[in-house]
């Protein structure tokens, strides 16, 4: 049954992944404006960055808030290692997601001990610690001319690393459809691993922890081991998409750490549906338009960005997928719904 | 001489301004399981309350703390009844909450940055002049704050050990279950707590603006230093956080003063993140175990 179950899931994930993916492929050719474009690729990036934050929170039960740290690790090594050492970005990204690991480990070896409330808490100062550490970042590193270049390029942020070099090699018309297919590859190869992950006995041992800690436990599984498993391997996707995201934008900044980008992107995971393999899209999806609409009344972003969080944490805790979901098995009364939710 | 004297005294204005930011954070984590996020704007709602109170109405400074209390009072039974009261004993109340706060501060966030402009002001209250200990400056006003957030601890702490609110508000943190079969409205105690921790925050706020300045975002740096002691004193242990504040403001003022400003911050975390692996929870936090 268990297993007849999850092989069905795997193939309803497949169709929808499809489906998607050749969306996704159509979309740019029928409507190539530049800030279409442009805001695709950046959803395709925070789409990357949700579903890992998804299979850290939603599934591992980390409830961790160095999400967006370990995401400007990736930037800023990649970005590093291009300006510095004169590396393609092409190779240095990868390096990037791997320094993500290397950073997640470490973090996961200090927090992943403590319990629920802690590891936010302590994420969240490892985070500030960071983004305080390259905003007073004020020494001189390396001299060009007569300016100033410090390491991490403090305040002004890190820039003049390179880009994917597609503005020469694509003709003007089509430059934009660089950025936009390698942010779409990084995330179909993201949500993979994620399927990968919920769907193998990774996922049921996790839901195994999750039901009854202690009898999982006696079975032999270790929570520590699990959890720092996940939260270090999905941090190489967290890391390649901070390194895509220096090279779309051709520049690495602090405003990565900003407390609300975030929240905003904390408020995809939930309002997606946190622990559900396409909740992490459908909520970066959702929070994108929203945001649309907010920049008609950009005074109030923050106060509606707050406001959807609440309502739907208080509401509607299993989010757009979870709700989808529930409609979906309400209409299959015949198979008898086994508490498959929690 | 003169260094070590100067380092004593900030450390201890410092020990002062993270006690003070404590307080209201402790208390409601310790009784309610609730973190709230939305603590930093509470403190800048605190903050300028008193503010409008003392400029635009003209009101005497007690009248206009007193007020400040009251609203951060009225904030913290909003956020009960609209977000906690709706969230209890749902599953995940622990991490949800903390979400959920989180959505709360950015809409007061948003509603002080409307209401006062991004603008930072000088907050009216507070003492003029100083003290002179050799060639080192201590103003009143620094004084006056380690004294305040003293109190303010030790009259929590003793509120909460005494009085018959007290008592029931342990008792929930304790055992929720039981002390409803006890006849304790425990939906009560929860909305007294966020209450008076709402009251608590405002107040601190002040104490806070008054040797910073008044800024919609001005809570959220303390809001996280405070977040840092509670972990190393174990979350809800108010005395310990007491303590706490103290060591860290002394040993983060040194660092400060021996290895450059910036690396006060990193050294704390450093510090808190050690004596985490030690004792995962908590210098004066005791193991919590689970029947099965």
């Not at chain 1, 929808?16 to 993916?21: A, E, N, R, T």
């Not at chain 2, 008193?50 to 209390?69: D, E, K, S």
């Amino acid at each position: 049954m268990m297993k007849n179950d999850s092989a069905g899931r795997f193939r309803t994930d497949i169709v929808i992944g499809s489906v998607l993916i050749v969306a996704a492929i159509i979309i740019p050719f029928v409507f190539p404006t530049r800030y279409v474009i442009g805001q695709l690729t950046i959803f395709f990036l925070w789409a990357t960055v949700v579903s890992q934050w998804n299979l850290v929170f939603g599934v591992a039960g980390i409830f961790s808030l160095a999400q967006m740290a370990i995401f400007a690790m990736g930037g800023y090594v990649a970005g590093m290692l291009s300006l510095y050492l004169g590396w393609p970005l092409w190779i240095s990204m990868f390096f990037g997601g791997f320094a993500s690991v290397l950073f997640s480990v470490l973090i996961g070896f200090a927090c992943l001990r403590l319990r629920g409330a802690y590891v936010a808490l302590l994420t969240l100062a490892i985070a500030q610690t960071m983004y305080l550490l390259i905003i007073t970042d004020t020494a001189c590193f390396m001299r060009t001319g007569v300016t100033c270049r410090n390491f991490t390029g403090g305040t002004r942020g890190l820039a003049q690393f390179g880009d994917f070099g597609f503005r020469e090699l694509l003709p003007y018309k089509y430059m934009a459809f660089g950025n936009y297919f390698i942010g779409l590859v990084v995330l179909i190869f993201a949500v993979a691993f994620s399927i990968f992950v919920i769907r193998s006995p990774i996922g049921l041992a996790f839901r195994a922890l999750r039901d009854n800690q202690t009898c999982a436990e006696v079975r032999g599984i270790s929570k520590f081991k699990y959890q720092l498993l996940i939260f270090s391997s999905s941090a190489f996707f967290t890391g390649l998409a901070g390194a895509v995201y220096a090279g779309h934008f051709r520049v690495m900044g602090a405003n990565t750490l900003y407390l609300n980008l975030l929240l905003f992107l904390l408020s995809m995971l939930i309002i997606g549906g946190v622990g559900r393999v396409w909740g992490p899209i459908l909520g970066a999806a959702a929070l994108m338009l929203v945001d649309e609409v907010l920049k008609e009344f950009v005074n109030w972003r923050l106060a509606g960005l707050g406001l959807i969080l609440v309502v739907f944490i208080v509401l509607l805790p299993k989010g757009l997928a979870g709700y989808i979901e529930d409609i979906f098995q309400r209409g299959r009364k015949n198979k008898a719904t086994v508490g498959q939710d929690e | 001489m003169d260094s070590l004297t100067q380092i004593v005294a900030s450390g201890l204005t410092v020990g002062a301004m993270y006690a003070v930011s404590t307080v209201a954070l402790s208390l409601v984590w310790g009784a309610l399981n609730v973190l709230n996020m939305g603590q930093g704007a509470m403190l800048a709602v605190g903050g300028y309350i008193a503010y409008t109170a003392v400029t635009a109405f003209g009101l005497p400074i007690p009248i206009a703390i007193v007020a400040a209390a009251g609203v951060g009072a009225l904030v913290g039974a909003v956020l009960y009844f609209l977000v906690v009261k709706l969230m209890i004993g749902k599953d995940g109340f622990e991490t949800n909450v903390i979400i959920a706060t989180f959505g709360f501060a950015l809409i007061l966030e948003n509603l002080v940055l409307r209401l006062y402009g991004a603008y930072p002001l000088r907050q009216p209250i507070g003492l003029d002049g100083g003290w002179h200990i050799g060639a080192v400056h201590v103003p009143y006003q620094n004084i006056l704050l380690v004294l305040v957030s003293a109190v303010l601890m030790t009259v929590v702490a003793y509120a909460l050990k005494s009085t018959r609110t007290g008592r029931a508000i342990r008792a929930t943190a304790q055992n929720r279950g039981a002390t409803e079969l006890m006849g304790v409205r425990v939906s009560k105690i929860f909305l007294q707590v966020l209450m008076i921790g709402g009251g608590l925050a405002a107040i601190s706020g002040i104490m806070l603006s008054t040797i910073t300045t008044l800024a919609p975002t001005m809570g959220y740096d303390p809001m996280l230093k405070a977040f840092i002691i509670c972990v190393i004193a174990g979350l809800g242990n108010i005395y310990g956080a007491l303590i706490a504040s103290f060591v860290l403001g002394l040993f983060e003022v040194s660092v400060q003063f021996l290895f450059g400003v910036r690396f006060g911050f990193p050294a704390l975390l450093l510090l808190v993140i050690s004596a985490l692996i030690w004792k995962p929870f908590g210098v004066f936090g005791r193991r919590k175990t689970d029947r099965l």
